[in-house]
């Protein structure tokens, strides 16, 4: 049973779970402090229900890719890393395996939804269907976002897990809306777009290969981090925009401290880097965008407290 459960840790990649969760969290919390509504049973099943969809959208992705033949491109492609369990293209799992246990995960965020949908109104199922639509087609034909490299993968993560995971969130615990949640969302989910498009650079010769057209692969390298720069800075900006609005206490600036590791490893890339000279940029956005959104969670349960 601990093997099974290993492999599924693996194939679904949960260690990249917070970033669905952190932004949940954020909107549950953001409608303790506003409104003082908190009910932990509907956090709860938040959570399971967008933790279960996130987890699908990583093995979905998976599985198309494997039928696009990108994650072949990534095994032959030199210096290429590859990001995905592997799974497929080493045989570990049978499609029909993999495919059984994406589809299970589906079900457990829909059955959720439908329940929240129930308890707290209709726009629920709005923000779960957009999430899960996002999270199909978006290597999966016929849209395929991350395949265009128009920017359409980039607004999709910052649909995905920014602005529908808060508001929504938000709207299960008080069944409205309010501008305060869109704010709310900006920081972590402009730090989680950073991270994909971060995550890019480790296998974009691979992505050409495959025709894969990430904005890294149409820019090039160079132009791509130009563009990964004014990302940071527009995401922690946001988080400043959402002290002045009223959005989180004057005390979560404390999360502009979490952008100094990350600048610091801009600073020692090059105009042209190996694949492997960017798995810095990539752990330190991860890393970054945990700490912050952690920071964040802490400031609105210290609102909400005092």
């Known amino acids: 049973m601990n093997h099974i459960m290993k492999q599924f840790m693996k194939a679904s990649r949960i260690r990249v779970l917070p970033v669905m969760l952190i932004p949940v969290a954020l909107g549950a919390l953001g409608a303790f402090v506003w409104d003082g509504n908190f009910h932990f049973g509907l956090f709860l099943l938040t959570l399971v229900g967008s933790g279960a969809a996130h987890l699908f959208s990583n093995m979905i992705n998976d599985l198309w890719d494997y039928y696009n033949g990108t994650d072949e491109a990534a095994k032959q492609a030199e210096g290429a890393i590859s990001t995905n369990s592997g799974y497929l293209t080493n045989g570990t799992w049978s499609i029909r395996t993999f495919a059984a246990v994406t589809w299970s995960l ?133 988080l400043v925009i959402c002290v002045l609005a009223g959005a989180l206490p004057w005390y979560a600036l404390i999360g502009l401290l979490t952008v100094i590791p990350l600048y610091g490893v801009y600073g020692k890339l090059k105009e042209h880097n190996p694949s492997h000279a960017y798995l810095p940029l990539m752990g330190g956005s991860v890393k970054a965008t945990n700490r912050c959104g952690v920071i964040l969670i802490l400031a609105l349960i210290i609102q909400g407290l005092v």
């Not at 999966?140 to 929504?168: D, Q, T």
């Not at 498009?197 to 974009?204: A, D, E, I, T």
């Open 106 to 238: 589906f079900g457990i965020a829909a059955l959720s939804g439908i329940i929240l949908s129930v308890i707290s109104g209709w726009p629920v199922i709005v923000f779960g269907g957009l999430g899960g639509l996002i999270a199909y087609f978006y290597v999966a034909p016929p849209i395929r976002f991350g395949y265009r490299g128009k920017g359409y993968s980039e607004v999709a993560i910052l649909l995905s897990f920014g602005i529908l995971p808060v508001a929504g969130a938000y709207y299960v615990q008080s069944s409205e809306l309010d501008y305060r949640a869109l704010l709310l969302s900006l920081p972590i989910g402009l730090l989680t777009t950073l991270i994909l498009f971060n995550h890019h650079f480790l296998h974009w010769q691979a992505d050409k290969q495959a025709g894969k057209k990430t904005l890294v692969v149409v820019w090039g390298e160079q132009r791509a981090l130009v563009f990964s720069r004014w990302l940071l800075v527009l995401a922690y900006a946001s």
